[in-house]
């Protein structure tokens, strides 16, 4: 059991430029999660698959924000013209099909200029 | 609405000095509320799980307790390691297993 991952780990882009990142859950799990934090707050929920299914999406997340998970394994989520308050510590989770116990990955910190 | 608030929001122990975290929660029928640390710079990680009232967990110095609507999380004789940020969640029973958060407890234990 490696754990989830996510690549990058961090990001700084200009405002307007689009940015994508990719998180790879546990193998078994196939439940995933991505999940917004800013400073000093909890982790606010932007989006959940079941397989490959894209079951719910916020209402946080704006046009500029899609996800995916191609058959079910990794997931990407991109944000398209990105804006200052857009930086934020982007987390992905997954669970497995018994529990709703839900393990994160490390994050990707995004910082927009 | 589905709502977790935690308290207090900054909590200083001397080493050994063993206190509770407060975690009050509403919710429109429980599937479960869960405990998370979080160290600086990254993701969260699993505690426990609570399913029920009058439901206990234990690891190590930290213990969790479930009543209809609060948890506690009871930290005996901490260590400086036990420094983090405290999260709780819930899951409502008819949601899409997403978590609600509350916005934690910075927790300081000094030497």
């Known amino acids: 059991d490696t754990g989830v991952s996510q690549n990058p780990r961090h990001k700084i882009t200009k405002r307007g430029q689009n940015v994508t990142f990719r998180c790879d859950p546990i193998s078994e799990h196939n439940r995933l999660y991505w999940y917004r934090q800013t400073l000093g707050q909890g982790p606010e929920f932007l989006t959940y698959f079941q397989n490959e299914a894209q079951l719910e999406k916020s209402r946080l997340l704006s046009d500029r924000f899609s996800a995916e998970r191609p058959k079910g394994s990794f997931s990407t989520l991109e944000i398209q013209r990105t804006e200052q308050g857009d930086s934020a510590m982007y987390l992905c989770?997954?669970?497995?099909?018994?529990?709703?116990?839900?393990?994160f990955g490390p994050g990707t910190r995004l910082t927009v200029l | 609405e589905d709502q977790v608030t935690q308290s207090p929001e900054a909590l200083r122990l001397q080493e050994g000095e063993s206190s509770s975290l407060n975690c009050s929660y509403t919710v429109s029928g429980l599937r479960g509320l869960f405990w998370y640390r979080q160290d600086p710079g990254k993701g969260p990680e699993f505690l426990f799980t609570l399913y029920s009232a009058g439901e206990e967990k234990e690891k190590e110095r930290l213990k969790a307790t479930l009543t209809k609507k609060e948890s506690f999380l009871h930290i005996t004789a901490p260590k400086p390691e036990d420094s983090a940020t405290y999260l709780c969640a819930v899951q409502a029973r008819d949601s899409s297993y997403k978590l609600i958060f509350g916005s934690g407890t910075r927790l300081l234990v000094r030497p």
């Open positions: 989770a997954s669970s497995p099909r018994v529990t709703g116990d839900s393990y």
